[in-house]
């Protein structure tokens, strides 16, 4: 078992996660059948992380960068305890709150009330603990007028909303956000962004997946650049976005001199 330090929050020890997928794509259900059958799939390995080492202190925010497929969201579902690593340790000092699929685990048939507590009991919150957090859910989402009609009526911001509200209703010692800023207008975003600050404020240790650059700035009091599933780069916020961005910038340069 990996020990923490008594400054710590989150440890992680050369911690790998391997994935076995096709080596191919398998074009129709009658083929994929075929090849279950008779045993000729063929399999490689691909490494979501590969050999990740870090430690955050309590109360620090850590913005994880890196392009689609580099490793972010399975190193917060690792130390969420959704996914096992195939090698390596972790640990984790308290309670932990992952908010990484909006909305996962509501029922469109039921109304948003139902689906409040429905999906708190999935967080692990007694029906008694939503009952008290029931009137401040619905005045965040601003739904008031809403909340008894079924969520297959609501748009999507609507939903967003709920679902955000509902998530971020915790009482926790690490908060682990994925995208969470990419929802609902611009009024709603601020709040959110105020929400989020108000954890830091309380000394939440924060794990921040974004791809946007000035939200991690603003959140993040250092950074990792994931690429391939390692570790590129790990420093202060701002020098660290500011190495991803000329990277992008150099390697959109060279897409273009190759396909010029």
Known sequence: MLALSSAAAIAMHDVSVRFRVPTRRIPTLKEWAIRRLTSRFQYEDFRGLDGVSLELGIGRS????????????????????????????????????????LGTGFDQELSGRENVFFNGALLGRSRTEMRKRFAGIVAFAELEDFIDAPLRTYSTGMAARLAFSVATTVDADVLLLDEILSVGDGAFVARCKERIASFRRAGVTILFVSHNMNAVRWLCDEAIWLRDGRIAAHGPAKDVTAEYSQWLKTDKSSARRRHG
């Open 62 to 101: 850590l913005g994880i960068i890196g392009a689609n497929g580099a490793g972010k969201s399975t190193l917060l579902r690792v130390i969420a305890g959704i996914l096992a690593p195939t090698s390596g340790a972790v640990a984790v000092r308290g309670r932990v709150a992952p908010i990484i699929e």
